[in-house]
């Protein structure tokens, strides 16, 4: 088991904090779970106020009697990545939802089109089915001051998109008209979650919302914090005149790990060995420049040549490709490819990789859940440990799936454990390790 339930709600709560709380927590942690803290006054200032050595519990993190900064909240986005705004939202709730005793109102809505994930809500439960709202609700609910029977005259005061690199140019225009419309008491905070670096279209955007003080960026591991940082200094000490008065070094930079507790879909019982991982998963685009399948077909062609019986199989001759042997000491080794696009998998392969193209949310969670193990099998060229964050990482932290990680891996996704990985020496490669 990756982490434990209340270790999982112990992470999510503590960093989504900054943003619903007068006194805004900036994160920055490291491989031992150090934390420190700091306060703001306006969006654009911080003072540090505290350091703690300690992982604060979720009933203990922030003072009850702060009241919250932020209290109606937004997550929208036009594509399906409900791995990442699912947990942004179940963070929220959870966040709200252990500070009851405020007297003023609070409420999370989930603007999206993916209805995947409305059928896993249903399904398990973790979050209220009314949380969802149509996507393109959002322009009129952002102007609407009657959105909250309990709270009259309330509006949306905090809009999190779920992936920038592609929602900003979805949302970015209308959401800027939206706020400029509004009173000076009633503007609201843009917090752009991303997840690469290296994808800048939606970067002409930044510099509109940076001028206002109400913006933020929140890429979900700590490296693509770290790229932003060295990138936004960059651009604000620029010869560019139009650059260095867009404020760029005054935008917020924080990490947030997207996990959450929706794990608990009944598993079948394994029929083998619990030490011997049979079951791999290896998720993400068909893409060569991310990952690299192209290796991993290879070194596992060259494996099974070597010792077909120890991964399951015999060669047949007949078929030209490696099929189950049923005598053999363990059950077959499969290694599952979730993602979308076209894939040339070797035929002498076929039994042995498993495409699951395109999976709607429940099935995703459901195969998932049931790997022994996962492959990251990053490329060298995607960018993985330096300005690009993989949903893979905490898609398996979320599921409870052990990850077979080198020490680069834990280096830029600091929330991984030495429980919740299986370290793999750099002169091995993945099928090797495996």
């Known amino acids: 088991m990756l982490v434990s339930q209340f270790g999982r709600v112990q992470i999510v709560l503590v960093l989504f904090g900054f943003v619903l709380f007068g006194s805004v927590v900036q994160f920055r942690s490291s491989l031992r ?15 540090n106020v505290a350091d703690s050595q300690a992982f604060l519990s979720p009933s203990s993190s922030f003072d009850p009697s702060t009241p919250f900064l932020r209290r109606h909240v937004a997550i929208a986005t036009s594509v399906g990545h409900s791995e990442v705004y699912g947990p942004l939202a179940w963070t929220v709730n959870n966040v709200m939802r252990n500070r009851r005793s405020q007297l003023q109102p609070t409420s999370v809505k989930i603007y999206a089109g993916e209805p995947g994930f409305f059928t896993l809500l249903k399904k398990i439960g973790v979050l209220s089915m009314d949380i969802m709202r149509l996507r393109d609700q959002l322009s ?3 102007r609407s001051a009657r959105l909250y029977e309990d709270d009259m005259g309330a509006m949306i005061d905090l809009v999190v998109l779920g992936t920038c690199e592609l929602d900003l140019e979805r949302f970015g225009s209308d959401l800027l008209n939206a706020w400029d419309e509004r009173p000076h008491d009633k503007k609201f905070m843009l917090v752009c979650g991303v ?7 939606w970067f002409k955007h930044i510099s509109e919302w940076s001028r206002r003080g109400s913006f933020r960026v929140m890429p979900i591991s700590d490296h693509v914090v770290n790229y932003f940082h060295t990138m936004f200094n960059a651009w604000a ?6 650059k260095r008065l867009s404020l760029y070094e005054y935008i917020k930079v924080d990490a947030y790990y997207s996990v959450s507790d929706f794990t608990n879909f009944p598993l079948k019982p394994k029929t083998y060995l619990a030490d011997v991982p049979c079951s791999a998963v290896l998720q993400g685009n068909y893409e060569q420049g991310r990952r690299d399948y192209e290796r991993v077909f290879a070194d596992l062609s060259r494996l099974l040549r070597e010792d077909a019986r120890a991964w399951g199989y015999k060669w047949s001759f007949e078929a030209r490709k490696y099929i189950a042997d049923a005598t053999a000491p363990n059950a077959p080794f499969v290694l599952h490819l979730i993602g979308k696009g076209k894939m040339n998998v070797p035929a002498e392969l076929n039994d042995v990789v498993v495409m699951e193209v395109a999976l709607d949310t429940v099935p995703f969670y459901e195969i998932f859940q049931s790997m022994d193990i996962v492959v990251p099998a990053f490329s060298e060229g995607g960018g993985y440990l330096t300005r690009q964050a993989s949903s893979t990482v905490h898609t ?3 599921n409870n799936v052990p990850l077979l990680a080198t020490r680069a891996i834990l280096e830029a996704y600091p929330y991984l454990t030495s429980e919740g990985t299986i370290l793999r020496p750099f002169a091995l490669s993945e099928m090797e390790a495996i």
Request: net charge negative; aromatic share 8%.
């Open 140 to 142: 009129k609910d952002i």
């Open 396 to 398: 398996a932290v979320m």
């Open 195 to 201: 997840h690469n670096g290296q994808t800048t279209g």
């Open 33 to 47: 779970s150090q934390f420190q803290y700091y306060t703001t006054s306006d969006a654009n200032s911080e003072e």
């Open 237 to 242: 000490d620029s010869k560019d005149p139009a």
